[in-house]
């Protein structure tokens, strides 16, 4: 699975956007990039994914670059719930063999301040 | 929907002492997963199964014994807890084997002294 490299740590005021990156430049042509996040002391929560097109959901939104080396992740309205720590994973989708797990790296911690 | 269930909550064992992590889903998943989590070292695949009656190994799973009788229960032993298997567990599952959406349970924060 292609690396990713998330900032450590982001600030976002309450109920502005907040925008996470994500860079992937090793991604594969059919490798998918998912986000998940965990709020303190929870199992984490599948956000989103996507391949190339952007994408939203009730959640969030997804923005993939055309050459698919990086992604954003933007959640429209942060509230202080959204707090947590946002995992970018990319890995190929529905395949078979030992590409079942997902690989968590470290993440980015983002802080919804009042 | 209960969705993914782990018990207990937390667990101080002693060195040497075993015990059972209990997952149960009501999703009918076919696959599911156990992790663990460390301060600074992300989520690590321990053990993992595509269906009732398949396990395989993850990345870490020395000390650790896995089995799926059935669709809904994925029980991770520990046979002689060390002071290393200190982490928090998680269970997940999906609908199927490379699906994108993994559901995790809350944890199970285990200590052992």
């Known amino acids: 699975d292609a690396k990713t490299t998330q900032p450590t740590s982001m600030d976002c005021a309450e109920g502005r956007a907040a925008n996470l990156p994500c860079n992937h430049s090793?991604?594969?042509?059919?490798?998918?990039v998912y986000w998940y996040r965990q709020i303190h002391s929870q199992g984490p929560q599948y956000i989103i994914h996507?391949?190339?097109n952007n994408e939203t959901n009730e959640m969030a939104s997804l923005i993939i670059t055309e050459d698919r080396k990086s992604s954003t992740l933007i959640l429209p309205h942060a509230t202080l719930r959204d707090t947590a720590v946002y995992y970018c994973?990319?890995?190929?989708?529905?395949?078979?063999?030992?590409?079942?797990?997902?690989?968590f790296g470290k993440g980015t911690l983002l802080t919804v301040n009042p | 929907n209960a969705g993914v269930t782990q018990t207990p909550k937390f667990q101080v064992l002693k060195t040497g002492q075993s015990m059972t992590l209990q997952c149960a889903q009501d999703?009918?998943?076919?696959?599911m997963s156990w992790y663990r989590q460390d301060p600074g070292m992300g989520l690590r695949l321990i053990h993992y199964?595509?269906?009732?009656?398949?396990?395989d190994q993850g990345e870490v799973p020395n000390g650790y014994n896995v089995s799926r009788s059935t669709t809904e229960d994925f029980p991770l032993r520990l046979l002689s807890a060390a002071p290393s298997q200190t982490s928090v567990y998680f269970c997940?599952?999906?609908?199927?084997?490379?699906?994108?959406?993994?559901?995790f349970g809350s944890g199970t924060q285990l200590s052992v002294l």
């Open positions: 999703m009918n998943h076919e696959y």
């Open positions: 199964s595509v269906g009732a009656g398949i396990t």
């Open positions: 996507g391949l190339k």
């Open positions: 994973i990319v890995r190929v989708a529905n395949s078979g063999g030992s590409n079942y797990k997902l690989t």
């Open positions: 090793t991604i594969s042509g059919n490798e998918y």
């Open positions: 997940a599952s999906s609908y199927e084997a490379g699906g994108e959406k993994l559901f």
